[in-house]
Protein backbone atom coordinates (compact mmCIF):
# COMPACT_ATOMS: atom_id res chain seq x y z
CA UNK A 1 0.00 0.00 0.00
CA UNK A 2 3.12 2.22 0.48
CA UNK A 3 4.23 2.18 -2.50
CA UNK A 4 0.81 3.02 -4.47
CA UNK A 5 0.41 6.20 -2.04
CA UNK A 6 3.72 6.96 -3.68
CA UNK A 7 2.52 6.42 -7.00
CA UNK A 8 -0.41 8.66 -6.05
CA UNK A 9 1.33 11.16 -4.33
CA UNK A 10 3.93 11.73 -7.20
CA UNK A 11 0.99 11.99 -10.16
CA UNK A 12 -1.20 14.59 -8.33
CA UNK A 13 0.53 17.24 -9.71
CA UNK A 14 -0.36 16.15 -13.30
CA UNK A 15 -3.73 16.53 -13.06
CA UNK A 16 -5.86 19.12 -14.88
CA UNK A 17 -8.18 21.01 -12.88
CA UNK A 18 -7.50 25.16 -13.02
CA UNK A 19 -10.74 25.94 -12.29
CA UNK A 20 -11.54 23.53 -9.96
CA UNK A 21 -8.45 23.54 -8.02
CA UNK A 22 -9.56 20.10 -6.99
CA UNK A 23 -7.06 18.06 -8.54
CA UNK A 24 -7.60 13.60 -8.19
CA UNK A 25 -5.69 10.63 -9.47
CA UNK A 26 -6.74 6.95 -9.65
CA UNK A 27 -5.06 4.06 -9.82
CA UNK A 28 -6.84 0.62 -10.87
CA UNK A 29 -5.10 -2.74 -10.21
CA UNK A 30 -5.97 -5.17 -13.57
CA UNK A 31 -4.84 -8.75 -13.99
CA UNK A 32 -1.24 -8.12 -12.78
CA UNK A 33 -1.13 -4.22 -13.84
CA UNK A 34 -1.59 -0.39 -12.77
CA UNK A 35 -3.13 1.79 -15.00
CA UNK A 36 -3.22 5.96 -14.34
CA UNK A 37 -5.99 8.23 -14.72
CA UNK A 38 -5.50 12.06 -13.71
CA UNK A 39 -8.89 14.33 -14.05
CA UNK A 40 -8.80 16.62 -16.90
CA UNK A 41 -11.14 19.73 -16.66
CA UNK A 42 -12.70 22.02 -19.63
CA UNK A 43 -13.13 25.26 -20.13
CA UNK A 44 -17.03 24.17 -21.38
CA UNK A 45 -17.22 22.49 -17.46
CA UNK A 46 -19.64 19.28 -18.71
CA UNK A 47 -17.09 18.34 -20.86
CA UNK A 48 -14.24 17.59 -17.57
CA UNK A 49 -13.17 14.13 -17.08
CA UNK A 50 -12.98 12.38 -14.08
CA UNK A 51 -9.74 11.06 -12.79
CA UNK A 52 -11.06 7.34 -12.24
CA UNK A 53 -13.19 7.52 -15.66
CA UNK A 54 -9.69 8.49 -17.39
CA UNK A 55 -7.88 5.66 -15.60
CA UNK A 56 -10.43 3.26 -16.44
CA UNK A 57 -9.58 4.10 -20.23
CA UNK A 58 -6.13 3.14 -19.99
CA UNK A 59 -6.72 -0.12 -19.07
CA UNK A 60 -9.06 -0.74 -21.42
CA UNK A 61 -6.83 0.56 -23.94
CA UNK A 62 -4.00 -2.23 -22.66
CA UNK A 63 -6.26 -4.86 -23.28
CA UNK A 64 -7.48 -5.46 -19.55
CA UNK A 65 -11.05 -5.56 -18.49
CA UNK A 66 -11.40 -6.97 -15.35
CA UNK A 67 -10.32 -4.55 -12.59
CA UNK A 68 -9.40 -5.57 -8.74
CA UNK A 69 -9.34 -2.73 -7.07
CA UNK A 70 -9.41 1.44 -7.65
CA UNK A 71 -7.05 4.02 -5.14
CA UNK A 72 -8.98 7.52 -5.56
CA UNK A 73 -6.47 10.24 -4.06
CA UNK A 74 -7.35 13.53 -3.20
CA UNK A 75 -4.60 15.72 -1.14
CA UNK A 76 -7.55 17.39 0.73
CA UNK A 77 -8.82 13.93 2.17
CA UNK A 78 -10.60 10.58 0.99
CA UNK A 79 -13.26 11.34 -1.67
CA UNK A 80 -15.52 8.64 -2.77
CA UNK A 81 -16.25 8.81 -6.72
CA UNK A 82 -18.85 10.62 -8.10
CA UNK A 83 -22.04 8.49 -8.96
CA UNK A 84 -21.15 8.13 -12.81
CA UNK A 85 -17.36 6.53 -11.76
CA UNK A 86 -19.40 4.65 -9.44
CA UNK A 87 -21.55 2.68 -12.36
CA UNK A 88 -17.95 2.91 -14.80
CA UNK A 89 -16.49 1.13 -12.18
CA UNK A 90 -18.93 -1.47 -12.06
CA UNK A 91 -18.91 -2.03 -15.51
CA UNK A 92 -15.22 -3.79 -15.56
CA UNK A 93 -15.18 -4.34 -11.29
CA UNK A 94 -18.54 -6.14 -10.24
CA UNK A 95 -19.57 -5.11 -6.63
CA UNK A 96 -16.66 -7.07 -5.01
CA UNK A 97 -13.78 -4.71 -6.14
CA UNK A 98 -12.54 -2.83 -3.67
CA UNK A 99 -12.60 1.06 -3.89
CA UNK A 100 -9.78 2.17 -1.65
CA UNK A 101 -10.17 6.28 -0.74
CA UNK A 102 -6.71 8.11 -0.12
CA UNK A 103 -6.23 11.48 1.53
CA UNK A 104 -2.37 12.62 2.60
CA UNK A 105 -2.67 11.11 6.12
CA UNK A 106 -4.62 7.77 5.62
CA UNK A 107 -7.44 5.89 3.82
CA UNK A 108 -10.22 4.05 3.75
CA UNK A 109 -11.54 1.32 2.16
CA UNK A 110 -15.11 0.05 0.80
CA UNK A 111 -16.29 -2.87 -1.70
CA UNK A 112 -17.94 -0.96 -4.97
CA UNK A 113 -20.91 -2.92 -4.31
CA UNK A 114 -21.46 -0.53 -1.11
CA UNK A 115 -20.97 2.79 -2.86
CA UNK A 116 -23.33 1.50 -5.32
CA UNK A 117 -25.96 -1.09 -4.30
CA UNK A 118 -28.32 -1.02 -7.43
CA UNK A 119 -26.23 0.14 -10.44
CA UNK A 120 -27.76 -0.61 -13.57
CA UNK A 121 -26.86 -3.46 -16.14
CA UNK A 122 -28.10 -4.36 -19.12
N1 LIG B 1 -13.46 14.42 -9.71
C1 LIG B 1 -12.82 13.27 -10.03
O1 LIG B 1 -11.84 13.26 -10.79
N2 LIG B 1 -13.28 12.11 -9.48
C2 LIG B 1 -14.35 12.03 -8.64
O2 LIG B 1 -14.77 10.94 -8.29
C3 LIG B 1 -14.98 13.25 -8.13
C4 LIG B 1 -14.64 14.49 -8.87
C5 LIG B 1 -12.98 15.66 -10.30
C6 LIG B 1 -13.90 16.24 -11.35
C7 LIG B 1 -13.52 17.70 -11.31
O3 LIG B 1 -12.40 17.89 -12.16
C8 LIG B 1 -13.07 17.93 -9.87
O4 LIG B 1 -12.86 16.65 -9.30
C9 LIG B 1 -14.09 18.68 -9.02
O5 LIG B 1 -15.34 18.11 -9.13
Redesign the pocket.
Known sequence: MEKVREILKAHVGRAY?P??G?P?V?LVEAEGEVFLGV?V?NASFPL?????RNAVAAMVLAGKRRLERVH?YSPRGP????GG?RQVLLEFGGPEAEVVMHGPEGYEVRSLGELLPLGFKL
Open positions: AYSFVANESQCAEIIPPCC
